[in-house]
């Protein structure tokens, strides 16, 4: 009985697994093959190449765009995780008047549709001086309603008791920020931050907007550089461009579920 | 307790500006003059360009043309019209050639002719039905950079397969739909094979048009005055839908959607038999298909006179506000461009034209020619265009917008609209877009 | 504790204090509230609610290709765009693109996270699995499916003729291109919901199982009754997040149909776009924004109004 339900368990698992990965392992076999061998819709490649990757690290520079990526990426989850949580605390913890005028106020930048800013946001950006420079790419993220909704929701979930102890025993509000609350969050800055890093990762429009030299742009241009319309894309490269940009953030993804997992041990509030 | 915050917020700002400090982009360009050229050439062709202007910038040592990639031509138009006139737009543009009426309107750029007048030089070795596009009110606007036109594409095996004669494709509506009828195959009540196809994109519909002398717009197609009114939905109009509806119906024609990859798979699958596509990305094709590809001329209805085609892709704009040198430099950086020699190499790795014929005639092309027949084809039907105000190609702002319509106009056919009643709602929706662009 | 306090009553502990302390304490508390809000107000105002207003202001002009404003409008964007059937036909293609979508995707997500949200072996592989999707980015993931929608050599026709179906033009047909695009979509947004939903399921204090247990609740009682009530605000999140994110889906859209065929997909962010980027008709764009924002913000207002109610905190 018990052995039975455990298989069927995974049975489910791995069928649901196959349906998930399947894009992706589409996109990894036709990476393998020759452009012909894609064109004629086959799904196993017949003759294993790596051409397609040569061709994609020689046609743009796809080595600087990914540390270009990484670090961008990495700076705006920083600095999201920062301002997030300190706006989070505020709305959970102090009592000030407007508070929820406040909060409400920062839910429905999440309503603005990111499309009606760009303009306005590119001539900012130009007007500061920030084109061609990574700080372009990076301040404008680091507010996000999604990010202080997320983790007002977990801090609504620490024991206000807790915080009520602390300020009788005269603990600060911010040590008790540090020291309490963070800590009891890992869970949820952990998911805001891959969160944080993969949006970063994907970012295309602005990146193209705002920058003119390789030396500051992303991956997810190098992967359009790649693509045409009036000759035929070779989705080959196309695709291994795709696998290459991927890669790293599924890495990353693999890296934060560990720490997900262990966040989420220490973190069990009792 | 604040300081720490404070202090935290200092050492991001610090953290960052320190990663950001020594990457500032602008660099001195050492007493030469610097071109920056905007352009939207991505997958092969962007190591294309890139050679060509490295080799200008070796031989011109006063010279530093930097090409840019800024997207799609859509996304790079839109960044030009945020930074036009200010320090940060490029000394070069690359834009399509349905973006000519808002280039010029925009007020942002300095006419090509400028630089040819001042230089003297001579435009008569351009190819004159390409640079036709670009003339407006006997001026030369941009010059034109990659140009292509539509052809037929077919498949010659399947010809053969079918009893057709691989080397008589067909010139007339009525040749194509025997031949589609006759590459048509039927496995049971699946379609196995169609007979042709055509990409919905307003383009192919522009030329069909045009093949046949018809207008898209009055003025003669905005050219002798700003263009009022959308004519397209008139009889040459009106017999290319005639000709995809009864083909959908007779079941020979496949709606291949709007992707130009998805197309070329189907036809590279045997899928569709017949199709049309650019003129740039035949060599492409032969390389990657699995079978003998034809290329023909575009098909006109019977009776009709062929008139030829428009020339489509790209020219490239000077900007307004550069200085006189950059602008010199700009100039030169052009007329390398028309070389022989160069569009030579342009025309045998992209596929697009030599917009200057003498590079026919260079060895590299010739050799190029007797392994692919098919490229003289495209060039062929380029040269013997009549030129008129149709095959000029149609002068409005609004033409991304009407492309739209007319896409969903031919996309209602599919669902079994009449021609006329879809074509006259593409026509009043662009009437409206062009009354609208006049404020 | 009560969520709604009023803002210019002081809080309780402080009521045996005179007035003028009150109004001083408040201030200071209110002083320290901002400290913690600054960082984000600064860049809200600069980066969203400057250009909210810009979009306002240019709602009510006619403008040129650049965006300036040429001459005023008044409410003539908006009159054109309520007589407009595209506009309603947008419309009707956005509400049932995010009712395709968000159940959907939240129903599934959930699913998995149960599935993964057991003392098992090899549970972290599956977890990272299931997380996957959102490691690709929109233009990768688009990009993949419309390989996989390709009537021709697409692997999903060929699996429907191999079990004896006939093929489908998935992405040309109007009857079933939202639909298409819709699935793509649900797997994409996969990935994310499914890893709020597990961390949330980590946070319920695996006591509170306990006791069901020992009453001898069945599996499907025990979700109803403790998991789905704790799991609540996280439910809540999750569904407010990813119906502001359906009703602004854009990429996809904009990769495998571009609205088309005959406006099936044309959303309402997708028509904001080509409106103002591709057609140059900034004003009659901004008008539809405005009125996305509306929308938008009418739909979170009574999300909160409602839906926050039920919702269970600790």
């Known amino acids: 009985m018990r052995t039975a339900r455990a298989t069927a368990h995974y049975v489910l698992l791995c069928l649901c697994s196959v349906v998930i990965l399947f894009p992706v392992a589409y996109a990894l076999l036709m990476s393998l093959m020759d452009g012909a061998a894609i064109l004629s819709g086959r799904l196993w490649p017949e003759n294993w190449t790596l051409v397609n990757y040569e061709a994609a690290f020689q046609q743009a520079p796809l080595g600087r765009y990914l540390w270009n990526s990484f670090f961008v990426a990495f700076m705006i989850t920083l600095g999201r995780l920062i301002v997030s949580s300190l706006a989070a605390f505020a709305f959970v913890f102090l009592r000030f008047p407007g508070r929820d005028r406040w909060f409400y106020i920062c839910i429905a930048t999440m309503l603005v549709p990111w499309e009606a800013t760009v303009i306005p946001n590119f001539l900012t950006i130009q007007a500061l001086g920030w084109t061609n420079r990574y700080v372009g790419l990076i301040v404008p993220f680091w507010a996000m309603a999604f990010g202080i909704f997320l983790l007002r929701q977990q801090f609504k979930q620490i024991p206000h008791e807790l915080y009520e102890e602390a300020q009788l025993s005269g603990i600060g509000n911010f040590r008790f920020f540090c020291r309490v609350v963070l800590p009891l969050s890992k869970t949820s800055l952990v998911t805001l931050a891959v969160y944080s890093f993969l949006d970063a990762w994907n970012m295309y429009l602005w990146p193209l907007l705002v920058t003119n030299d390789d030396r500051v742009r992303t991956v997810q241009i190098g992967l359009k550089q790649l693509q045409t319309q009036e000759i035929a894309s070779s989705w080959g490269v196309v695709m291994a461009a795709a696998v290459i940009a991927m890669l790293p953030t599924l890495l990353l993804l693999f890296a934060g579920q560990k720490q997900l997992r262990k966040g989420l041990m220490q973190g069990a509030i009792q | 307790m604040r300081k720490v915050l404070a202090s935290f917020l200092t050492l991001m700002f610090i953290g960052l500006a320190a990663g950001c400090s020594n990457e500032d982009a602008s660099k001195a360009a050492g007493g030469k003059t610097e071109v920056v050229f905007w352009h939207s050439m991505s997958g092969d062709l962007e190591p294309v360009l890139n050679d060509i202007v490295a080799d200008f910038n070796q031989t011109h040592p006063e010279i530093e043309v930097k090409p840019v990639f800024q997207g799609t031509y859509e996304e790079a138009l839109t960044k030009w019209n945020a930074v036009a006139g200010t320090k940060d737009a490029p000394t070069i543009m690359q834009t399509f050639e349905v973006g000519t009426k808002h280039m010029i309107d925009s007020g942002k750029v300095v006419p090509v002719q400028t630089w040819i007048d001042k230089d003297k030089y001579d435009v008569s070795q351009w190819e004159k039905n390409i640079v036709n596009y670009y003339t407006v009110n006997g001026r030369i606007y941009s010059m034109p950079f990659n140009s292509s036109t539509p052809v037929l594409i077919y498949n010659k095996d399947a010809f053969r397969e079918a009893g057709l004669d691989p080397e008589k494709p067909p010139l007339t509506y009525s040749e194509l739909k025997e031949a589609a009828k006759k590459l048509t195959k039927k496995k049971g009540k699946e379609t196995e094979r169609y007979g042709f196809s055509i990409l919905n994109y307003g383009w192919f519909f522009e030329e069909m048009v045009a093949v046949q002398g018809g207008l898209y717009v009055n003025n003669n197609n905005g050219r002798s005055g700003d263009a009022t009114k959308a004519v397209f939905n008139g009889d040459e109009g009106k017999r290319v839908f005639e000709l995809i509806r009864d083909m959908y119906r007779d079941g020979t024609f496949y709606n291949v959607g709007q992707n130009w990859d998805d197309m070329r798979a189907a036809f590279q699958a045997g899928k569709i038999a017949m199709y049309l596509d650019s003129s740039a990305g035949v060599k492409t094709l032969i390389d990657n298909s699995p079978f003998e590809v034809g290329v023909s001329y575009l098909p006109v209805p019977d009776g009709v006179e062929r008139q030829g085609v428009i020339i489509g892709g790209a020219s490239l704009w000077m900007v307004k506000g550069s200085s006189e040198e950059e602008q010199k430099a700009a100039w030169e950086f052009m007329k390398y461009l028309t070389t022989a020699p160069v569009q030579a190499k342009w025309h045998v790795r992209t596929g697009y034209f030599a917009i200057n014929p003498a590079a026919y005639d260079e060895p590299l092309v010739k050799d190029e020619w007797a392994k692919y027949p098919q490229l003289k084809v495209t060039v062929d039907q380029l040269h013997e265009t009549k030129s008129t105000p149709a095959t000029q190609g149609a002068l409005i702002t609004v033409f991304p917008e009407s492309r739209q319509h007319v896409v969903k106009a031919m996309e209602r056919l599919y669902e079994g609209i009449d021609p006329q009643e879809a074509l006259d709602q593409a026509a009043e929706e662009t009437n409206r877009a062009l009354q609208g662009a006049g404020n | ?314």
């Not at chain 3, 009521?15 to 508390?29: D, E, P, Y």
């Not at chain 3, 250009?51 to 054109?80: I, K, N």
């Open chain 3, 1 to 314: 504790m009560n969520e709604r306090i009023s803002p210019f009553s002081p809080p309780t502990p402080w009521s045996v204090r005179t007035k003028r302390t009150a109004r001083q304490a408040a201030m200071k508390s209110w002083l320290e509230g901002m400290v913690y809000l600054v960082p984000s107000l600064l860049l809200f105002g600069v980066f969203l609610f400057y250009p909210l207003g810009r979009t306002m202001y240019l709602s009510v002009f006619h403008t040129d290709y650049q965006g300036q404003p040429t001459e005023f409008a008044g409410l003539a964007h908006f009159v054109a765009l309520l007589q407009d059937a595209s506009f309603w036909h947008s419309l009707k293609a956005t509400i049932l693109f995010a009712v395709l979508t968000v159940p959907t995707t939240v129903v599934i997500s959930f699913g998995l996270a149960l599935l993964v949200h057991e003392r098992r072996k090899g549970m972290g592989i599956f977890r990272t699995i299931f997380a996957s999707t959102m490691g690709m980015s929109v233009g990768v993931a688009s990009v993949i499916w419309m390989f996989m929608y390709n009537p021709a050599i697409g692997i999903i026709n060929r699996l429907l003729s191999a079990i004896g179906g006939s093929p489908v033009s998935w992405l040309l047909d109007p009857d079933t291109a939202l639909y298409a695009v819709a699935a793509a979509t649900i797997w994409m947004n996969i990935g994310l919901t499914f890893l709020l939903l597990l961390a949330g399921l980590q946070n319920i204090d695996p006591s509170l199982y306990e006791s069901a247990r020992i009453t001898g609740m069945s599996y499907w009682r025990q979700l109803w009754t403790v998991t789905v009530p704790l799991l609540s605000p996280t439910l809540f999140f999750v569904t407010t997040v990813s119906l502001i994110q359906a009703l602004q889906t854009f990429g996809q859209i904009d990769f495998l149909t571009k609205g088309g065929p005959v406006e099936a997909t044309n959303v309402f962010v997708y028509a904001i776009y080509r409106e103002a980027f591709v057609n140059y008709q900034f004003g009659s764009a901004s008008a539809q924004a405005i009125v996305l924002f509306l929308i938008i913000a009418l739909v979170t207002f009574l999300q909160f109004r409602f839906a926050e109610r039920k919702v269970h905190y600790q």
